[in-house]
């Protein structure tokens, strides 16, 4: 099934594609990798040595309440204790973020998915704290607690992904003005 999937995106972006690594996320903790991390990784990389791990730390907020996201990319490294046992540690990678003039169609397809995708993950998480057995004022606190998660996720994720796409209609449509006027100016001189 997922090499169904790398087939596709293969053929939809035109290129090969490789898996380089894995991610996750670690919401309102931080973001250096635990002993599972660095364990997880340790086993990928015996498949490929560049393999590489992400780690998102996200939901923090600082004394003004204002939301950071941190990241890092790691790799795990082996050592010898002075006991003889291995142990893995994580090694941290640079990471160079790097902006590129458009979004693919495959990117801009996952973007548009996940919304919905961490929608459902609320969803099922306080549809599981519903399923138990619980008085009214649990009840009414999960509600609340769901509520303002949703209202969370809409201020940090979709409204903010929103006024990214905003912003590429507005370049999308400078764009196509300046284009229009370079058409105009070439048809005049080729008449």
């Not at 490789?18 to 919401?27: C, D, F, N, T």
């Not at 204002?66 to 890092?72: A, D, W």
Request: one cysteine or more.
């Amino acid at each position: 099934m997922l090499w169904l999937l790398f087939q596709h995106l293969a053929a939809v972006s035109k290129r090969p594609v490789r898996v380089l690594g894995w991610y996750h996320s670690h919401p309102h903790i931080t973001v250096w990798p635990s002993h599972v991390d660095v364990r997880t990784q340790a086993l990928y990389q015996v498949m490929d040595s560049g393999f590489f791990g992400l780690i998102f730390s996200c939901f923090n907020h600082d004394a003004q309440n204002f939301g950071h996201i941190h990241l890092t990319c790691f790799q795990s490294v082996a050592r010898e204790t002075a006991e003889g046992q291995e142990i893995h540690e994580a090694i941290e990678l640079p990471v160079h973020i790097c902006r590129t003039p458009s979004i693919s169609q495959p990117c801009l397809d996952a973007l548009s998915k996940l919304p919905r995708i961490l929608f459902e993950e609320e969803r099922e998480a306080f549809q599981e704290a519903e399923g138990k057995d619980s008085d009214l004022l649990t009840q009414i606190h999960n509600g609340s607690v769901f509520s303002k998660s949703l209202s969370r996720f809409m201020e940090i994720v979709c409204g903010p992904m929103m006024q990214a796409i905003e912003a590429m209609l507005e370049q999308n449509a400078r764009k196509i003005k300046q284009l229009k006027a370079e058409k105009r100016r070439l048809e005049e001189a080729l008449s």
